[in-house]
């Protein structure tokens, strides 16, 4: 895993690397005491000191095989600067969670640890659990209900590495993620087809490669919706969020509408080095893919609404809005669901679809009480990765191509 990717968003403007290792340097060169610097004109610098040591990792569960991190110590100085230093890794019990010496954690046996880090004087830890895997189903279990509901698949390609991101969780606290941000932005939640009160999640392991996969461009959302129908027989009352451990281009999702599938394409190169599930409170770019993607399966953006594009199922004003795909993005940090409530999400009109009518939706179970004013707990990406790329956009590639003159 990529460090940067688990530095919380928090810090991330702080100083990245330790000022103490440079200015030990300093102090070696420059001898003592409050000498005038040796070379002329050099500037004086004021030694940053260190005032505390923290220790973060975005989760505080692992399961037994998982390899995760690595945890990050964050030195805190005297002029309110944060960076990360090099600390050194204990495991108060190597047989439950082993730890490596950048802070790479590997769940070993169930059990809990105590994860600390060292550096100067100061240190600091964290609690860890380490818990089975979550058995693997290759079916729909038998459903804890009857009913419109959502069901989660994780599809990958007949060659392509298995994450585990159903075995080890990964795509449950996805799914918790987006449904803390839905609970609190619109009150609702999506209907997710559970089996003995947990998320049935399916593991699907398709019969093309991840490179006939990517082959397929626009066609691989059917392929994938072939592959479940193939399945899962076809059940009138399912839609289906499918994470695809492949690429497809620069995309990051897709849909078929009419099959009522909706596709995050997870892969570091291709969509986002993003964890999925990265943080089970506070969607990031995976999550906010995948409820773009299954809004456009609800009857996103209808043709009836008034800030859609002409040329595909999104609106094009209001940059942070999550079914934005218009030509500006101008680094809002916020995205919100129907910005207006007026194109897609809670309009009320009757004369034109409004998703939130849909039998996929189902009442927040708690509306969780938050202070006046204070904003629901929205994404939190690399500025990167936003607006989506989504598959129902006309593609980049037909779009240079047609405005490319022959030769
Ligand atoms: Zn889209």
């Known amino acids: 895993m990529n460090p940067t990717r688990s530095t919380p968003d928090r810090l991330a403007g702080g100083t990245r690397w330790a000022a103490p290792l ?5 102090a070696c060169g420059g001898g003592e005491g409050n000498q005038t610097p040796v070379t002329p004109g050099t500037p004086r610098v004021s030694p940053k000191e260190l005032r505390g040591l923290e220790v973060s990792l975005a989760r505080n569960d692992l399961r037994v095989g998982q390899v995760a991190g690595p945890a990050l110590a964050y030195g805190r100085y005297d002029d309110g600067t944060t960076g990360i230093v090099e600390g050194a890794w204990t495991s108060s019990d190597p047989s439950v969670v082993e730890v490596g010496e950048d802070g ?10 105590t994860v600390s880090a060292s550096f100067e004087e100061f240190g600091d830890s964290l609690e860890l659990e380490v818990l089975e895997p979550n058995p693997r189903h290759e079916r729909d279990q038998p459903d804890d209900r009857a009913g419109a509901q959502v069901h989660v698949v994780y599809a990958v390609p007949s060659d392509a590495e298995d994450g585990n991101l159903d075995r080890y969780g990964d795509i449950e606290r996805s799914l918790e993620a987006i449904q803390h941000w839905l609970g609190a932005e619109t009150g609702q939640r999506l209907r997710l087809d559970t089996a003995g009160g947990r998320l049935d999640v399916t593991f699907l392991r398709l019969p093309f490669t991840a490179a006939e996969g990517e082959e397929r461009g626009a066609a691989l959302a059917e392929d994938l919706e072939g592959a479940i129908r193939e399945r899962f027989g076809t059940a009138t009352d399912k839609t289906y969020a499918v994470y695809y451990a492949g690429r497809s281009g620069d995309l990051c999702g897709s849909a078929s509408v ?33 409820l773009h993607e299954l809004l456009h399966v609800f009857g996103a953006v209808p043709e009836c609404a008034p800030d859609r594009l002409e040329t595909s199922a999104h609106v094009g004003t209001r940059v942070e809005d999550l079914m934005y795909a218009g030509p500006e993005w101008s680094g809002h940090d916020e995205v919100v669901i ?66 490319t003159p022959s030769p």
């Open 104 to 113: 790479t954690l590997t769940g070993v046996a169930v059990g809990r640890v």
């Open 258 to 290: 009419e099959g009522r599938v909706a596709v995050a394409f997870v892969h570091p190169e291709g969509c986002s080095p993003r964890a999925v599930g990265g943080d089970r409170e506070t969607p990031s770019t995976y999550e906010t893919v995948m």
């Open 22 to 26: 440079v200015l030990l340097g300093l």
């Open 338 to 403: 129907d910005a207006g409530r007026d194109d897609y999400f809670g309009h009320g009109r009757p004369d034109c679809l409004d998703t939130a009518a849909s039998e996929f939706w189902e009442p927040a179970a708690r509306v969780e009480a938050r202070v006046p004013g204070a904003k629901p707990p929205r994404p939190v990406m690399p500025s990167a990765d936003w607006p989506v790329r989504c598959g129902l956009l006309p593609r980049r590639a037909e779009a240079d191509a047609s405005e």
